[in-house]
């Protein structure tokens, strides 16, 4: 696996606060990385600073070996997609004009009839086929965050000719999604991975985080508290110094947090022989 982001030392400081302090990271091809950490541990401003949205005061960061600042935007558009936290839109989109956006910003030179097999395969990669013909404005948090997704889908699809070496930037994908829909979004997004993509995303379900991710970075007061596999991160002495949450159910081994969840969630894993 290729290293296509990389940072090194990367910080910032607003005012006096520094929001984001000397944190290092590399994150491969067919890579799926989960950053989880509590409220305000700094994970979003990372995110900004990994995608380009803010410039670091300290560090660099190179994205497939460019310095991320100079590239220009539709360099970055066929290299990573950005789902935000929340994506308000001013305008009556429809569903699936929103999900052509993703398309329009790197793939005007693709052939009609592949631009639209993208658009269904992104609609389905969310499960909002029948919300196609919707205005986003109108739909639920969670509707809205898997049309997001599919938004970023298919702007790397489309992107994925000109671009080999890909990340997709997921922002809390799955706060607003029902069970099944989290399990489904995480499975796409394994999907991209299988495919070569590399995936870093913020997630608050330390289940579902052990469960995806081929590494976790835990985010702590800015900094990069751990990072390894979920197994050797997520401990009962980490849920409690770090999110102060003392496990004490005598059946939680001082080691490994038990991924308690139901069978499908385990199909992933099994299907791309984690551990
Ligand atoms: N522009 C800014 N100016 C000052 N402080 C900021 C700014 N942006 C973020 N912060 C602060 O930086 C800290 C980190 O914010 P950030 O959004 O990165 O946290 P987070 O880990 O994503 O939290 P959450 O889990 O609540 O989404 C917070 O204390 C936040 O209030």
Known sequence: ??????ATGVGITVGKRRLVDGVSLTLS???????????????TTLMKLLTGELAPTEGEIRLDRDRLGDLPAWRLAGKR???????RLAFPFTVVEVVRIGIDSVGRSLPRAERERLIAEALRSADIEDLAARNYQTLS??????VQFARTFAQLKAGRRGAANQVMFLDEPVASLDLAHQIALMEAAVGLVDDGVAVIAVLH???L???FADRILVMHRGRAHAVGKPAEVITRDLVATIFGVDLV????????????LP???ARSRATRGGS
């Open 141 to 146: 948090g969670g509707e809205q965050q898997r």
């Open 205 to 207: 379900d330390l289940n």
């Open 29 to 43: 091809s067919g890579e799926l990385m989960v950053v989880v950490g509590p409220n305000g541990a700094g994970k």
């Open 209 to 211: 985080a052990a469960t």
């Open 81 to 87: 997609a950005v789902m935000a936290q929340a994506t």
């Open 263 to 265: 069978q499908n969630y």
């Open 249 to 260: 159910s005598d059946a939680v081994p001082p080691g490994a947090l038990p991924v308690v």
């Open 1 to 6: 696996m290729s290293v296509i982001l990389e």
